[in-house]
């Protein structure tokens, strides 16, 4: 499959009106500058001419969660630059990010002029009462129908959830997905709470009112939050907060996050252990005591397979007492493997005779 080049333009919130316990916008908004179109056409260019392969799509991302949120006027300014490059054929497609609150037929029907392609909705949670308690602004009701009116407008619909908000169990995060299924978005993106400098959520987290999931919880979780999208083929795009840096170890001082499942290498984490699982019942299945396997795999998949710091070769080796062959095989698909035993116990046997 071709890769996609993105184009990453952030366009903060200023002056929202929301007071979600998570986000430090509103207490950051002194600090930040609106993006001007200027700004956005030279951030273009810049990866424009950074590519190296132009038989790749191109797609311009407006992230920041509220982009529909921001004045009227500055949206269609800050489109009306990206769909210049769609126009010219320079840019593919252009992706939106926003609450399920800030759509409307309206504002649907302006996207729709500046080609605008993918819409994502912060969703975070579709327990009405988490929602509340994280301050969100909008209900469930909000996410279905606006899920709705994207997909009848002919765009591609992605979602957004977050693991580990305030009193969410991991049964409210399974029902979550299980009903973002339901609304049928072609992709997804699964955040572990991390606690952020100048929020709400730090403060309840050192009166020790909000206690965070460990790097093991939050791996977890998302864990099976991800096999069940997998399952119901919604393409996991991303999970984890991208690496910035602010968003990196708590221990660097330039680094916004207080606490949390912080990890650089967080979606390798929760890959490998989707692979581990699969490898350990591929490996349960076979009725004799086996000593080595071969796993054939495509390339893509490797790094996973090995596992974060070869985590997942060691446990095998220390539950299991089971070494791995691996083998390189672009015809398998990205997600299969193939397993065969190459030594059992009984072959140990026999060379010891
Ligand atoms: S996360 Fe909430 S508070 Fe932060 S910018 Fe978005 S809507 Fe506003």
Request: proline fraction near 4%.
């Amino acid at each position: 499959m071709k890769k996609e080049y993105i184009i990453p333009i952030f366009v903060p919130h200023l002056g929202c009106p929301n007071a979600c316990v998570f986000c430090n916008q509103t207490k950051i908004t002194g600090k930040q500058k609106q993006v001007t179109a200027q700004e956005v056409r030279d951030t273009i260019e810049e990866y424009l001419e950074s590519f190296k392969d132009t038989e790749n799509k191109v797609e311009v991302a407006f992230f920041g969660g509220s982009f529909t949120g921001i004045e009227e006027e500055k949206q269609n300014e800050l489109l009306e630059v990206a769909y210049e490059y769609v126009k010219k054929g320079q840019v593919d497609s252009i992706r939106i990010s926003t609450r399920p609150d800030y759509i409307d037929r309206k504002i649907l029907k302006r996207l729709k002029k500046y080609k605008v392609k993918t819409i994502e909705l912060g969703v975070q949670s579709t327990n009405n009462y988490v929602l509340e308690r994280a301050k969100r602004g909008h209900t469930f009701e909000d996410v279905k129908r606006a899920s709705k009116w994207i997909r009848h407008h002919g765009f591609v619909l992605g979602h957004q959830m977050m693991v580990g908000l305030p009193e969410s169990t991991a049964l409210d995060e399974m029902n979550t997905a299980k009903d973002l299924i339901k609304l049928k978005p072609k992709m997804v993106r699964i955040y572990p709470v991390l606690v952020i400098k100048k929020t709400e959520l730090e403060e309840e987290y050192q009166r020790e009112e909000y206690e965070p999931l460990s790097i093991t919880q939050a791996v977890e979780r998302c864990k099976e939050i991800a096999d069940l999208f997998n399952q119901h083929k919604v393409n996991v795009i991303r999970i984890g907060l991208q690496n910035t840096e602010e968003i990196t170890d708590p221990s660097n001082p330039k680094s916004q996050v207080v606490a949390g499942p912080y990890h650089p290498a967080f979606r390798q984490l929760v890959e490998g252990n989707l692979w581990y699982d699969a490898i350990v019942a591929e490996i349960k299945k076979y009725n004799m005591k086996v000593k080595v396997v071969e796993i054939r795999a495509n390339p893509e998949d490797i790094n996973n397979i090995i596992g974060h710091k070869k985590e997942n070769m060691k446990k095998l080796k220390e539950l299991y007492d089971v070494d791995v062959n691996l083998s390189l095989d672009d015809k398998i698909k990205c997600g299969k493997f193939e397993m065969k035993i190459l030594k059992t116990y009984e072959d140990l046997l026999e060379e010891v005779k």
